[in-house]
């Protein structure tokens, strides 16, 4: 059975699975589907339809699944789907999408928003990314796998940032960030590869080096986008930790960061 503090406010249509706590003052929408063991505090707001997995957290005053903040939206039935084990701190909110996107955000697993952070409709979010404090997506962003975001970072609208980039604090991405970049200023530009995040992955020394190797490639090296494309994608059959740049590069829309 879920447990329920007699304060919160809970729609009959919703559906909490075994394990679920709701704490004082919180309010679950109708439509919102809870996985088992997920935790939300007092005073949090989930609005669906929204499903939420299993194991997650959402911290008090987080807002979770409210509606877009679109002037163009006119009420239209969209979603929020997250995974598991993620953690929604204090004042994080999380929109849902519209139907000029795909009419749904989607968050993966394993994920930190810290506090005052904001996810924008339609974004896409992976798995084990960390946003830090008042971080920011603007709608339809894409952020990979093991992105982590600075404090006070902003992403444009229609941006992608790919897997293991790092985003340093106060800097504002309008352009796409290619995997393993570290990026920082606003705009924001290319500083190196996120090399200590890479170690603490399991990522060894001489696949530092190919990584390396590749963003000068990339940007060092004098190249066209179209030449550097094809050098990485000659090296990336004999060094498959490349290959998530060279997967990378045609999902480009707003131009690269260089």
Same mark, same amino acid.
């Given at each position: 059975?879920?447990?329920?503090?007699?304060?919160?406010?809970?729609?009959?249509?919703?559906?909490?699975?075994?394990?679920?706590?709701?704490?004082?003052?919180?309010?679950?929408?109708?439509?919102?589907?809870?996985?088992?063991?997920?935790?939300?505090?007092?005073?949090?707001?989930?609005?669906?339809?929204?499903?939420?997995?299993? &194991?997650?957290?959402?911290?008090?005053?987080?807002?979770?699944?409210?509606?877009?903040?679109?002037?163009?939206?006119?009420?239209?039935?969209?979603?929020?789907?997250?995974? &598991?084990?993620?953690?929604?701190?204090?004042?994080?909110?999380?929109?849902? /999408?519209?139907?000029?996107?795909?009419?749904?955000?989607?968050?993966?697993?394993?994920?930190?928003?810290?506090?005052?952070?904001?996810?924008?409709?339609?974004?896409?979010?992976?798995?084990?990314?960390?946003?830090?404090?008042?971080?920011?997506?603007?709608?339809?962003?894409?952020?990979?796998?093991?992105?982590? %975001?600075?404090?006070?970072?902003?992403?444009?609208?229609?941006?992608?940032?790919?897997?293991?980039?790092?985003?340093?604090?106060?800097?504002?991405?309008?352009?796409?960030?290619?995997?393993?970049?570290?990026?920082?200023?606003?705009?924001?530009?290319?500083?190196?590869?996120?090399?200590?995040?890479?170690?603490?992955? /399991?990522?060894?020394?001489?696949?530092?080096?190919?990584?390396?190797?590749?963003?000068?490639? %990339?940007?060092?090296? /004098? %190249?066209?986008? /179209?030449?550097?494309?094809?050098?990485?994608?000659?090296?990336?059959?004999?060094?498959?930790?490349?290959?998530?740049?060279?997967?990378? %590069?045609?999902?480009?829309?707003?131009?690269?960061?260089?």
């Amino acid at each position: 059975m879920a447990t329920i503090h007699p304060t919160a406010i809970v729609d009959p249509s919703a559906e909490l699975a075994p394990g679920v706590s709701v704490g004082p003052y919180a309010i679950i929408g109708a439509e919102v589907v809870i996985g088992e063991g997920t935790r939300i505090a007092p005073h949090a707001v989930v609005l669906g339809p929204t499903r939420i997995g299993r &194991d997650n957290r959402v911290f008090q005053f987080a807002s979770v699944g409210d509606v877009p903040q679109d002037k163009k939206y006119a009420g239209e039935r969209t979603f929020l789907e997250i995974g &598991d084990r993620n953690v929604f701190r204090e004042c994080c909110t999380v929109s849902r /999408g519209t139907v000029t996107g795909a009419s749904v955000t989607r968050i993966g697993s394993d994920n930190l928003f810290m506090a005052y952070t904001h996810v924008g409709h339609d974004c896409v979010v992976g798995n084990h990314c960390i946003l830090a404090n008042y971080a920011t997506l603007a709608g339809h962003v894409e952020i990979d796998d093991h992105v982590i %975001l600075g404090g006070y970072a902003g992403v444009h609208q229609f941006c992608k940032i790919g897997a293991h980039a790092f985003l340093a604090n106060n800097s504002a991405a309008t352009r796409d960030v290619p995997p393993f970049v570290m990026a920082a200023g606003a705009p924001a530009e290319p500083k190196g590869i996120n090399s200590e995040g890479l170690r603490r992955r /399991g990522f060894d020394a001489a696949q530092l080096a190919n990584i390396k190797s590749a963003y000068k490639v %990339l940007y060092r090296e /004098g %190249l066209k986008l /179209g030449e550097a494309t094809e050098e990485l994608k000659r090296r990336a059959a004999e060094q498959p930790e490349i290959a998530p740049l060279v997967a990378f %590069l045609p999902r480009v829309t707003r131009s690269l960061i260089r």
